[in-house]
């Protein structure tokens, strides 16, 4: 991941905490109070040349109703040591800032834009090969819109 060309910048050694991410994931879950699986797609994580950012690309088909698919780029900052993101999707008109905060056990995600105030917070298997957990609106947050749901992850 490093960059070992002299006097050239590399990247922050929290990055590699990301590293559990880095390939593709099938994504099965469902809405909360279901147990109907209407939720799949995939998930794949690549780093960009350079090892600064972590490309995450999602397709996923949410309960029928929408097929969601993104584009996030997501990068680390030291001050607050957690990773910032950007996500492009095909379900809103602006890019959307994510938050990262990832243990070496699990990882929580959250939006705070507008009407989404939602966090993720999931946990990887002791052997890697799988992740689960869910989404849930903030207090005070519109469930309307902050739908709740989980989400599993199995390494492809």
């Given at each position: 991941m490093a960059n070992s060309t002299p006097g050239m910048p590399t990247p922050h050694p929290a990055l590699k905490r990301l590293d559990h991410l880095v390939g593709t994931w099938t994504m099965t879950g469902n809405l909360?109070?279901?147990?109907?699986?209407?939720?799949?797609?995939?998930?794949?994580?690549?780093?960009?040349?350079?090892?600064?950012?972590?490309?995450?690309?999602?397709?996923?088909?949410?309960?029928?109703?929408?097929?969601?698919?993104?584009?996030?780029?997501?990068?680390?900052?030291?001050?607050?040591?957690?990773?910032?993101?950007?996500?492009?999707?095909?379900?809103?008109?602006?890019?959307?800032?994510?938050?990262?905060?990832?243990?070496?056990?699990?990882?929580?995600?959250?939006?705070?834009?507008?009407?989404?105030?939602?966090?993720?917070t999931g946990t990887f298997s002791a052997d890697g090969t799988s992740m689960s957990g869910g989404w849930r609106p903030n207090p005070g947050a519109d469930e309307t819109v902050n739908i709740s749901y989980d989400v599993r992850g199995t390494r492809a």
């Open positions: 909360i109070g279901s147990d109907e699986e209407t939720i799949t797609g995939t998930a794949t994580y690549t780093w960009l040349p350079g090892g600064f950012f972590l490309v995450q690309e999602v397709e996923i088909d949410f309960a029928g109703m929408v097929n969601v698919r993104s584009h996030e780029l997501i990068g680390y900052d030291p001050e607050t040591d957690t990773f910032p993101s950007t996500v492009y999707s095909n379900m809103a008109p602006e890019p959307l800032p994510y938050r990262w905060t990832v243990r070496e056990d699990g990882f929580s995600i959250s939006v705070t834009h507008g009407v989404l105030d939602a966090t993720y």
